[in-house]
């Protein structure tokens, strides 16, 4: 979530398996008020979780939906911490924040700043701001490239 859809850990910690919606049209993950359709593998790797999480509810549905959280601990009705989950993306080799902004940029090269604010859940400005990051960024990129 933090390196494809720019989300923080923060949020991608507090993700429970209510937030997961899978139907004959494929797995969605509802992080704001659109759904997001997960692409394979991702899709499949979402389904796993909440198959995990189903199996351990009982120790794991502690939480303000009652809900399993995606992300738990060893510690019953708690969700894995943001830093936590920071330092298991940095010890594979993926520091957050910076796949986080590139994932933001990405996408909005891909889509208008309102649909990002819808999918997303990022305030208006914010989702101009990197629409504007990612405009002059992909201009850079154009004029490095001319001969």
């Given at each position: 979530m933090v390196l494809i859809y720019g989300q923080?850990?923060?949020?991608?910690?507090?993700?429970?398996?209510?937030?997961?919606?899978?139907?004959?049209?494929?797995?969605?993950?509802?992080?704001?008020?659109?759904?997001?359709?997960?692409?394979?593998?991702?899709?499949?790797?979402?389904?796993?979780?909440?198959?995990?999480?189903?199996?351990?509810?009982?120790?794991?549905?502690?939480?303000?939906?009652?809900?399993?959280?995606?992300?738990?601990?060893?510690?019953?009705?708690?969700?894995?911490?943001?830093?936590?989950?920071?330092?298991?993306?940095?010890n594979i080799g993926l520091p957050s924040e910076a796949g986080r902004c590139a994932a933001l940029l990405d996408l909005c090269t891909q889509m208008p700043p309102a649909v990002l604010q819808r999918l997303l859940g990022i305030s208006p400005m914010a989702a101009e701001r990197w629409s504007a990051g990612a405009v002059r960024m992909a201009y850079a990129a154009e004029v490095a490239r001319r001969p």
């Open positions: 923080t850990p923060a949020r991608t910690c507090r993700l429970t398996t209510d937030h997961v919606l899978h139907d004959e049209d494929g797995v969605a993950l509802r992080i704001n008020k659109t759904p997001l359709r997960l692409p394979p593998p991702l899709d499949a790797l979402v389904l796993q979780l909440v198959d995990i999480a189903h199996s351990h509810e009982h120790a794991v549905n502690s939480n303000e939906t009652n809900a399993p959280w995606l992300f738990p601990t060893q510690r019953p009705g708690r969700a894995l911490t943001s830093s936590r989950l920071a330092t298991r993306l940095r």
